[in-house]
């Protein structure tokens, strides 16, 4: 191994470092309580060695986001996996997302909710975003008729699982009725859909 390669090597293992602590403390604290300052102290390198991976805060953010929509797309596939018929192939999705959601607030919140300038639906959006929506637009093209709908489909029908992972979050759905509202979730999908 060259020393340009271990340097390299070295880079991405603190790279990688920075982003986990970062992830670790949010989930832990919330994002409020992830600084630079906060996170050298953790990694035990100076805030510059910190500020020669990333910019500020927001950039941090974004890398966390970004490794967020691996995993995503990763437990949407494997739900996608699991079934081939209509309703339990949305059901299995609904459930992998919101589950996704709850059992990851602070990775959530940095994927969709906090301003890491992260630009959606661009061509010029990073990979693993697109990834992200691609299993959502994967789950759903077979049900759609028209492909020209699908894009908009697959945005509505994402932001109402967006809508049922916040609001059941901040405690703002009724008890109990979880189940219940997926299942509704995944008929109104499936009346859409049918032929």
């Known amino acids: ?48 060695v910190l500020y020669s991976h990333f910019a500020n805060k927001d950039a941090i953010v974004a890398a966390v986001a970004e490794q967020g929509f691996v995993e995503l797309a990763e437990a949407l596939a494997v739900a996608r996996r699991k079934e081939v018929e209509r309703y339990g192939l949305l059901r ?3 459930d992998a997302y919101l589950g996704f959601a709850e059992a990851n607030p602070a990775l ?15 061509p010029d959006s990073p990979a693993p975003l697109r990834e992200g929506f691609g299993q959502l637009v994967a789950t759903f093209e077979a049900l759609v008729e028209d492909p020209a709908e699908i894009g908009a489909f697959t945005e509505v029908a994402w932001a109402a699982l967006h809508g049922l992972a916040t609001l059941t979050r901040a405690g703002r ?11 509704l979730f995944v008929r109104l999908l499936q009346s859409e859909t049918a032929p």
């Open 1 to 48: 191994m060259t020393v340009q390669q271990r340097r390299e090597r070295d880079r991405a293992k603190r790279q990688e470092l920075i982003v986990r602590t970062a992830r670790e403390l949010a989930e832990a604290e919330g994002w409020d309580a992830v600084t630079t300052r906060r996170l050298s102290e953790r990694i035990e390198y100076s805030q510059p």
């Open 92 to 94: 299995a999705v609904a």
């Open 108 to 122: 959530y919140d940095a994927m969709f909710t906090l301003d890491s300038g992260l630009r959606f639906a661009q």
């Open 173 to 183: 759905l009724s008890d109990g009725n979880h189940a219940a509202r997926v299942d």
